[in-house]
T-cell receptor
């Protein structure tokens, strides 16, 4: 099993550009989520999904969109990047009832 | 609501020193509690967990006990090594909110030889 994979590993954008951060898992987990990690703030939940076709907002959803068309994939879209979105983004997955989340290696995003 | 508070860092210790990283939580239900570790340049990895009061989670010499009376889950290790240098996150998972996770801000640990 590859676990949770994320692409790209690094990305630099200019203000106003759009992009999609990819996340995939091969563990057949129903629950997937996106976090951003900023210094001194820990991990903050952006969006999450409890299954294909179902998504919901987390703590900091503004400026981000998600969709969940398959169990395996959970892409995060930045519609118009802003410098405040410079961060490290982590995708995670879990199976309901097991309590443990599995994290991807992260995407380091810089918005100029 | 749910929240996790952990001690501020950074923490610097000499090799073989005793480690404690404090973590307290607020939860509306009966959460599961976790410690995750993040090594430089990597994602988070589960270090240990406890799912009910008085449970003790342990792994790689680290331990933490779920204390409902003090709403705490402090991480301890009797003798740290240089390879333990990392950022440690305390977290809770609440079944009442669909297993949503709530993380503390992280504590950076550096162990010097």
């Amino acid at each position: 099993n590859a676990g949770v994979t994320q692409t790209p590993k690094f990305q630099v954008l200019k203000t106003g550009q759009s992009m999609t951060l990819q996340c995939a898992q091969d563990m057949n987990h129903e629950y997937m989520s996106w976090y951003r990690q900023d210094p001194g703030m820990g991990l903050r939940l952006i969006h999450y999904s409890v299954g294909a076709g179902i998504t919901d907002q987390g703590e900091v959803p503004n400026g981000y969109n998600v969709s969940r068309s398959t169990t395996e994939d959970f892409p995060l879209r930045l519609l118009s990047a802003a410098p405040s979105q410079t961060s490290v983004y982590f995708c995670a997955s879990s199976q309901p009832g097991t309590d443990t989340q599995y994290f991807g290696p992260g995407t380091r995003l810089t918005v100029l | 609501g749910n929240s996790v508070t952990q001690m501020e860092g950074p923490v610097t210790l000499s090799e073989e020193a005793f480690l404690t990283i404090n973590c307290t939580y607020t939860a509306t239900g009966y959460p599961s509690l976790f410690w995750y570790v993040q090594y430089p340049g990597e994602g988070l990895q589960l270090l240990l967990k406890a799912t009910k009061a008085d449970d003790k989670g342990s792994n790689k010499g680290f331990e933490a006990t779920y204390r409902k009376e003090t709403t705490s889950f402090h991480l301890e290790k009797g003798s740290v090594q240089v390879s333990d240098s990392a950022v440690y996150f305390c977290a809770l998972s609440d079944r009442n909110t669909g297993n949503q996770f709530y993380f503390g801000t992280g504590t950076s640990l550096t162990v010097i030889p």
